[in-house]
C-alpha cells in the first residue's frame, strides 16, 4: 500500500469513525407530536359521545360506550343500556349486531340478565362455515372473544388457512385489519399475520412530512393501528414501527380533533389509547400551554407542556432545555441551553424567564428538548412603543420655504395643540414624529402608522367624506413624516371646508401598547369647485351607492356572415353536380349493358343498400350529428357488406361455369 492510498485509507477511516458518533449523539432525538387532547377536547369529544346513547343503533350505543371507557369517564344510565340489550338479544340478530351486544355488554361489565347462549351461538355458526369472509371473521372471533369463550386448536387452524386463501385473493387495508385483529384474538397459531404488518405500513401515506395516514382516513387508520398493536401485544413482538412512524401517526390522529360523529371519536380515541399505551416507543407532546405565545415584561416566562398525547403526565418528570432562542428574520441566537424549571403545581409544566437575555421585540424561535424528544416552538415578544416627539405644523405647497412645525406634549395621550393650525389649498399639512422602544430606547418602526383626519361637523348619520386615512411614511432615520397638499387632497374631502381632529394611530403585532393620539384641530379650506371637479365630487358621492339594481346584461350574439348572390350559389351547386352529370354522359357513350344484372336479391339488396348509403350521407349533411349517421350507417353498411359479399360470389360462379 502506497503512502498516499494509505493516507486516503485513514482519512476515509477517520470520517466514518466520526459519522458513526455524530449519528449516535442525535440519534436519540426525535421530533415531538404537535398537540395533544386537552382538557377542552375531551369536553368536546365527551358531549358527541352522550348523544350517541340517545340512539337506537346498537352500533353507535357500543361506540358511545367505547369511547367513554377511553375517556376514563362513568358510563351514565348503564342500567337502561343493560335493558336495551337484553331487548335487543331476543329479536332477529345478525353476526355484526351480536358482535356489538357482545363488546357493549362486555365494557358496561353489570348487566347480570343478559343472556349470551343465542348470541354465542350465531357467532359460532359464522366461525364454523367455511364460506365467511374475512369481515364475517372479524365479528364472529371478536364476538366470541369479548364473551370469553375461545375458538377450538382444529378450527383455528382452519380459520388461518381461510385467512390466507382470502389474503391472495384481495390483501386491502381493511382485508388487513381485519386479518390483524382476528390473529390478535387467535394467538400464537395465526402468527403468519404478523410478517404482514410491513405490507400495511408501506401503504400509508405521509403529507407535509409530518402525518402519516391510510387512505380512507380516520376510521382505516384507527382500525389498522389497533390491529397492529393488539397483534404484536398477542405475540409479545415489538411492532415494525419507527418511533417516527408513531409520531407522524400521532400527528394525524391529533389533526382529526374535530370529528363530529359517535363512531369516529370512538376511532379517534382508541387509536390515541393504543399510541399512548401500547406502543413501546410512546409519543410526547412539547408545545406552549394555551396563550403562551406572548412574552412581555409583564409576562416574562416562556411556559411550556411535556405531555403524552392524551395530555397525561409521563411516568418521571423529564429534564426539559431550551437549546436554541433565536430570532425570526435574522437568525440572531439570543439564548442557548438554557433549563427550564418544573412547576410545583403541574408535573406536564416548565416554565423559563426569556426576558433575562432582554430580547429586541419580534418574533423567536426556541428548540426545545424533553424526554429524549425536541420540537420547536415559536413565541412572540413584544415591546413598549413610546412617542418620543411629535411636530405638526404648515408649509407651502410648492416647498419654497421650511415648513413652520410646533412640537406637542407627548407624554399623555391626552396632550393636543394648544391653538388650532389653519392650512389654505396653497399649503399643505405637515406632521413629524418618531417612536422609540421602551426596552432599549432605540428609534422603532411598526407595521401601522395612520394619520386620521375627522370633520368636526359631521352628523352621525352621515360620515362618508369627513373621516380620512392617511399613511405616515418613516425615513432612513426611522423619523415618520406626513405630509398633505390640502389643494390635491380636496377631492378626498369632497371640498369641504372646515375644523377637522387629527389624530395618530399606532398599531404593530410585536408591541404592546397600541395606541391612539389626539393631535388636536386642524382648518382646513380647500379651493372652490370648478365644473370639472363638480363631476368629480358628483361621482364621488355616487361611489357607496353600489347596491342599487344595475342595467340588466344582454347578451349579444355574433351576427352572421353575408350569404352570397343567389347566382354564385347556384353555380357552385352547378359545379358540384358537374361530375354526376358527366358521369351520365359516360354511361350513354359507352353503353350500359342492363343485361348483365343479376336478377337476384343479394343484387338488389346491394345496389338497395348503397344508394341508401349514400342517402344516409346527404341527410347526415342536412340535419343529422355525426353519432346518429355512424348509428345508421352500421346497419346499412353491415347490410350492404353481406349482400355485395353474395353477389360478388354468384357472379364469381357464373363466371366459372361459363368457361
Same mark, same amino acid.
Given at each position: ?51 350517541g346513547?340517545?340512539?337506537n343503533?346498537? #352500533?353507535?350505543? $357500543? *361506540? &358511545? +360506550?367505547? @369511547?367513554?371507557?377511553? !375517556? ?5 344510565? /348503564?342500567?337502561d343500556i ?6 335487543s338479544?331476543?329479536?332477529d340478530?345478525?353476526?355484526e349486531?351480536?358482535?356489538y ?12 340478565d ?9 357467532l ?8 365467511s369472509?374475512? #369481515?364475517?371473521? $372479524? *365479528? &364472529? +372471533?371478536? @364476538?366470541?372473544?369479548? !364473551? ?5 386448536? /382444529? ?36 402468527a ?7 405490507d ?14 391510510f ?7 384507527s382500525?389498522l ?25 400521532g ?9 363530529q ?13 393504543t ?6 416507543e ?26 403524552d ?32 424549571q ?11 424567564d ?5 430580547p ?22 413584544l ?8 411636530e ?21 395621550l ?20 418618531l ?58 374631502f ?68 353575408r ?6 350559389s ?11 352529370l ?22 338488389i ?19 343529422l ?35
Amino acid at each position: 500500500m502506497t503512502p498516499r492510498v494509505r493516507h486516503i485509507f485513514s482519512a476515509t477511516v477517520l470520517l466514518s469513525i466520526v459519522t458513526l458518533c455524530v449519528h449516535s449523539v442525535f440519534s436519540e432525538v426525535f421530533s415531538s407530536t404537535n398537540s395533544y387532547l386537552s382538557v377542552t377536547n375531551r369536553l368536546r369529544l365527551k358531549n358527541i359521545l352522550e348523544s350517541g346513547f340517545q340512539s337506537n343503533d346498537i #352500533s353507535t350505543i $357500543y *361506540y &358511545a +360506550v367505547s @369511547g367513554f371507557k377511553f !375517556l376514563g369517564e362513568t358510563i351514565p344510565k /348503564a342500567d337502561d343500556i343493560c335493558k336495551y340489550l337484553i331487548k335487543s338479544n331476543e329479536e332477529d340478530i345478525t353476526h355484526e349486531t351480536a358482535f356489538y351486544l357482545a363488546s357493549t355488554w362486555r365494557a358496561i361489565g353489570n348487566c347480570q340478565d343478559f343472556s349470551a347462549t343465542t348470541v354465542s351461538k350465531i357467532l359460532t355458526n359464522i366461525v364454523q362455515k367455511d364460506t365467511s369472509t374475512l #369481515s364475517d371473521l $372479524y *365479528y &364472529a +372471533v371478536g @364476538g366470541l372473544t369479548a !364473551l370469553s369463550q375461545e375458538v377450538s386448536a /382444529a378450527r383455528t387452524d382452519k380459520l388461518v388457512k381461510l385467512m390466507q386463501a382470502a389474503l391472495r385473493k384481495d390483501d386491502s387495508l381493511w382485508n388487513l385489519g381485519y386479518t390483524f385483529h382476528i390473529a390478535a384474538d387467535l394467538g400464537t397459531p395465526a402468527a403468519f399475520a404478523f410478517d404482514r404488518i410491513e405490507d400495511a405500513v408501506v401503504q400509508a401515506d405521509e403529507v407535509d412530512g409530518q402525518y402519516l395516514q391510510f387512505e380512507g382516513g380516520l376510521s382505516i387508520t384507527s382500525f389498522l393501528l389497533n390491529g397492529i398493536f393488539k397483534l404484536s401485544t398477542s405475540l409479545k413482538k415489538k411492532p415494525p414501527l419507527n418511533f417516527q412512524q408513531v409520531v407522524k401517526f400521532g400527528n394525524y390522529l391529533l389533526s382529526r380533533r374535530s370529528v363530529q360523529t359517535t363512531r369516529g371519536v370512538a376511532n379517534l380515541l382508541s387509536a390515541l389509547d393504543t399510541l399512548a399505551v401500547e406502543s413501546p416507543e410512546k409519543p410526547v407532546c412539547i408545545t406552549l400551554i394555551d396563550g403562551g405565545i406572548v412574552i412581555s415584561n409583564q409576562q416574562p416566562y416562556v411556559t411550556v407542556k411535556v405531555c403524552d398525547i392524551l395530555g397525561n403526565a409521563l411516568p418521571s418528570v423529564p429534564k426539559v432545555v431550551a437549546n436554541s432562542a433565536t430570532r425570526v428574520g435574522d437568525d440572531v441566537v439570543v439564548l442557548s441551553n438554557e433549563n427550564l424549571q418544573p412547576s410545583t403545581t403541574d408535573k406536564t409544566l416548565f416554565t423559563m424567564d426569556l426576558m433575562n437575555v432582554k430580547p429586541d421585540r419580534g418574533f423567536y424561535k426556541i428548540s426545545i428538548t424533553g424526554a429524549s424528544v425536541t420540537n420547536t416552538i415559536t413565541v412572540k415578544v413584544l415591546s413598549e412603543a413610546i412617542l418620543d416627539y411629535l411636530e405638526i405644523g404648515t408649509g407651502d405647497a410648492d416647498q419654497t420655504t421650511q415648513p413652520k412645525l410646533t412640537k406637542i406634549n407627548t407624554e399623555s395621550l391626552s396632550g393636543k395643540l394648544d391653538h388650532k393650525i389653519e392650512a389654505d389649498s396653497q399649503q399643505k399639512l405637515v406632521m413629524r414624529f418618531l417612536l422609540r422602544d421602551s426596552a432599549n430606547k432605540k428609534p422603532m418602526r411598526v407595521h401601522q402608522a395612520f394619520v386620521r383626519l375627522t370633520s368636526v361637523s359631521s352628523s352621525a348619520n352621515d360620515k362618508r367624506g369627513h373621516e380620512i386615512f392617511f399613511v405616515a411614511e418613516p425615513d432612513a432615520t426611522h423619523v415618520y413624516k406626513f405630509d398633505m397638499p390640502v389643494g390635491a387632497a380636496a377631492t378626498n374631502f369632497a371640498y369641504q371646508s372646515g375644523e377637522y381632529n387629527i389624530e395618530l394611530i399606532i398599531g404593530d403585532a410585536v408591541i404592546s401598547n397600541p395606541f391612539q393620539f389626539n393631535v388636536g384641530t386642524v382648518t382646513l379650506k380647500f379651493p372652490e369647485v370648478t365644473s370639472a371637479d363638480s363631476v368629480d365630487k358628483a361621482s364621488y358621492k355616487q361611489k357607496p351607492n353600489v347596491y342599487t339594481t344595475k342595467p340588466e346584461i344582454k347578451h349579444m350574439f355574433r351576427e352572421p356572415e353575408r350569404r352570397p348572390p343567389a347566382f354564385v350559389s347556384n353555380l357552385f351547386t352547378g359545379l358540384c353536380l358537374a361530375p354526376l352529370l358527366l358521369l351520365v354522359i359516360l354511361w350513354a357513350r359507352l353503353g350500359v349493358n342492363l343485361s348483365n344484372f343479376p336478377l337476384s336479391l343479394s343484387a338488389i339488396t346491394f345496389h338497395l343498400g348503397l344508394g341508401g348509403i349514400f342517402v344516409l350521407f346527404g341527410i347526415f349533411w342536412l340535419k343529422l350529428n355525426m353519432f346518429v349517421t355512424l348509428r345508421y350507417l352500421l346497419g346499412f353498411g353491415l347490410l350492404t357488406f353481406l349482400a355485395g359479399n353474395k353477389m360478388l360470389s354468384q357472379i364469381a360462379h357464373r363466371h366459372k361455369s361459363l368457361s
